[in-house]
């Protein structure tokens, strides 16, 4: 029979392997071309590989959670497949003879080999393995990764996330808990092995050992590892300033209270956050200060550097992410208005949650926002993304006491904004500058409105 190799397909550049999520087929089963195979996971984002042909697959090369390599073959289809592979290994009918009974009649078994024969049934009866429930499908690639690390079954483990999605927070708990239960079950077992008259009164500490556990970085984490690693290599300076967010507040409070009351359009949000008009500031910025938006080129022949100057506003906002930190890209933020950008970060953080980015929404980034303060802190000291010459970091937003134009004490909304740049390309002065624009614009929002596309 005639078979045909499926190789990994992936798309992406410099992407060599990705993780099996899960298998769609299994030997035996009859596909079509296109018919989806498996799900698998590469750096970032999750794809599905389609059937190149149609027939009855043959071989599966690798395991759910294993590392595939791109190029290679992976799956194995007989084209010739269907029902004639089925019929070939199926027993013929004994024919019936001309008086309507069979033409032979088969000789009992012995016993003894009936019974050799039942064995190994009920042997593969008792090994069948455990069916996938609600708990093993609502986990990311990287926490089912963990739970593979760790030797856990993480259909023992009840997730606390949503729709009960398995977080690692929940794997982490479940391996205290079992830890401390067996530490407690040995030493109960202990303590009922002596005589009542000789358990110790004041037991002394006693501290354990320290024990080490290597734990395999996951695909998002190895590359925040190698990307991180190469960004060190820019010069970073860094600089810091305090906004005043009180009329923005008040803005945002109006807006919202218009979409509340407002039927919303397919794809629309009904909520605005504070990072749509802080997106749409930098990009007001950019216009002035377009170097800001370049990325530093080096002549491969001449190691002379260069920078070429973008005409797209692609900010990417960095995100936290049960698979860790993501950064997808809103692209040409230049030409959106607030709800359109609104809406575009509301797509690219659902599809983060999920696993779902691909390439393409992680590609073509300019400048970087990192909104750390939705979580915590005051100020950061966020790291240059490679291809890039500026971040911005957002730290939490704080009411303050301060003083009015008449020196009365008034209360205010305050935020500061901490800024890395590539000090080879970009001056103080200039951060200072840009800086300085997007400050303004946080501060009386409404210049806004005569930037709205």
């Given at each position: 029979?005639?078979?045909?190799?499926?190789?990994?397909?992936?798309?992406?550049?410099?992407?060599?392997?990705?993780?099996?999520?899960?298998?769609?087929?299994?030997?035996?089963a009859?596909?079509?071309?296109?018919?989806?195979?498996?799900?698998?996971?590469?750096?970032?984002?999750?794809?599905?590989?389609?059937?190149?042909?149609?027939?009855?697959?043959?071989?599966?090369?690798?395991?759910?959670?294993?590392?595939?390599?791109?190029g290679?073959?992976?799956?194995?289809?007989?084209?010739?497949?269907?029902?004639?592979?089925?019929?070939?290994?199926?027993?013929?009918?004994?024919?019936?003879?001309?008086?309507?009974?069979?033409?032979?009649?088969?000789?009992?078994?012995?016993?003894?080999q009936?019974?050799?024969?039942?064995?190994?049934?009920?042997?593969?009866?008792?090994?069948?393995?455990?069916?996938?429930?609600?708990?093993?499908?609502?986990?990311?690639?990287?926490?089912?990764?963990?739970?593979?690390?760790?030797?856990?079954?993480?259909?023992?483990?009840?997730?606390?996330?949503?729709?009960?999605?398995?977080?690692?927070?929940?794997?982490?708990?479940?391996?205290?808990?079992?830890?401390?239960?067996?530490?407690?079950s040995?030493?109960?077992?202990?303590?009922?092995?002596?005589?009542?008259?000789?358990?110790?009164?004041?037991?002394?500490?006693?501290?354990?050992?320290?024990?080490?556990?290597?734990?395999?970085?996951?695909?998002?984490?190895?590359?925040?590892?190698?990307?991180?690693?190469?960004?060190?290599?820019?010069?970073?300076?860094?600089?810091?300033?305090?906004?005043?967010?009180?009329?923005?507040?008040?803005?945002r409070?109006?807006?919202n209270?218009?979409l509340s009351?407002?039927?919303?359009?397919?794809?629309?949000?009904?909520?605005?956050?504070?990072?749509?008009?802080?997106?749409?500031?930098?990009?007001?910025?950019?216009?002035?200060?377009?170097?800001?938006?370049?990325?530093?080129?080096?002549d491969p022949?001449?190691?002379?550097?260069?920078?070429?100057?973008?005409?797209?506003?692609?900010?990417?906002?960095?995100?936290?992410?049960?698979?860790?930190?993501?950064?997808?890209?809103?692209?040409?933020?230049?030409?959106?208005?607030?709800?359109?950008?609104?809406?575009e970060?509301?797509?690219?953080?659902g599809?983060?949650?999920?696993?779902?980015?691909?390439?393409?929404?992680?590609?073509?980034?300019?400048?970087?926002?990192?909104?750390?303060?939705?979580?915590?802190?005051?100020?950061?000291?966020?790291v240059?993304?490679?291809?890039?010459?500026?971040?911005?970091?957002?730290?939490?937003?704080r009411?303050?006491?301060?003083f009015?134009?008449?020196?009365?004490?008034?209360?205010?909304?305050?935020?500061?904004?901490?800024w890395?740049?590539?000090?080879?390309?970009?001056?103080g002065?200039?951060?200072?500058?840009?800086?300085?624009?997007?400050?303004?614009?946080?501060?009386?929002?409404?210049?806004?409105?005569?930037?709205?596309?």
């Amino acid at each position: 029979m005639a078979s045909k190799s499926c190789d990994a397909d992936v798309d992406g550049q410099g992407i060599v392997e990705c993780e099996v999520i899960q298998w769609f087929v299994e030997p035996g089963a009859h596909v079509e071309e296109f018919s989806p195979l498996c799900e698998v996971q590469s750096d970032k984002a999750s794809v599905e590989i389609t059937s190149r042909f149609s027939g009855v697959v043959k071989k599966l090369y690798y395991e759910t959670g294993e590392m595939a390599k791109v190029g290679k073959p992976f799956v194995d289809i007989d084209i010739q497949g269907g029902a004639e592979a089925d019929d070939a290994g199926a027993p013929k009918a004994a024919e019936p003879s001309k008086d309507g009974a069979s033409s032979s009649t088969p000789a009992p078994e012995p016993k003894s080999q009936q019974t050799e024969t039942s064995a190994p049934a009920q042997g593969q009866s008792s090994q069948a393995p455990k069916a996938k429930g609600k708990a093993a499908a609502l986990a990311t690639p990287a926490v089912r990764h963990l739970s593979k690390e760790l030797k856990i079954d993480i259909l023992d483990i009840d997730g606390t996330g949503k729709d009960g999605r398995v977080l690692k927070e929940d794997i982490y708990k479940f391996v205290q808990q079992r830890d401390a239960s067996a530490s407690a079950s040995a030493a109960s077992q202990s303590a009922s092995t002596l005589p009542q008259q000789q358990l110790p009164q004041t037991p002394s500490y006693q501290p354990g050992v320290q024990t080490e556990t290597r734990v395999q970085l996951t695909n998002t984490q190895q590359q925040m590892f190698k990307t991180m690693t190469r960004s060190l290599n820019i010069p970073h300076f860094l600089y810091s300033d305090e906004v005043d967010f009180t009329d923005l507040v008040h803005l945002r409070s109006r807006l919202n209270k218009v979409l509340s009351q407002t039927p919303a359009a397919p794809g629309q949000v009904t909520k605005l956050s504070y990072l749509p008009f802080i997106i749409k500031a930098v990009s007001m910025a950019l216009y002035q200060f377009p170097i800001l938006n370049s990325r530093v080129d080096i002549d491969p022949a001449t190691n002379k550097p260069s920078l070429l100057m973008r005409s797209q506003h692609n900010i990417g906002v960095a995100m936290d992410t049960p698979s860790g930190l993501l950064v997808p890209v809103i692209k040409d933020v230049g030409s959106l208005n607030i709800l359109s950008i609104a809406a575009e970060l509301s797509r690219l953080q659902g599809l983060a949650v999920q696993g779902k980015l691909t390439p393409a929404d992680f590609s073509g980034g300019t400048i970087t926002v990192s909104n750390i303060g939705n979580i915590g802190g005051t100020y950061l000291s966020p790291v240059i993304v490679e291809r890039e010459v500026a971040i911005l970091g957002i730290g939490r937003m704080r009411t303050v006491p301060a003083f009015d134009e008449n020196d009365n004490v008034v209360k205010k909304h305050v935020c500061n904004f901490s800024w890395s740049a590539d000090h080879r390309v970009v001056d103080g002065a200039t951060m200072a500058r840009a800086a300085e624009v997007i400050r303004r614009v946080a501060e009386e929002p409404d210049v806004m409105v005569m930037h709205l596309r």
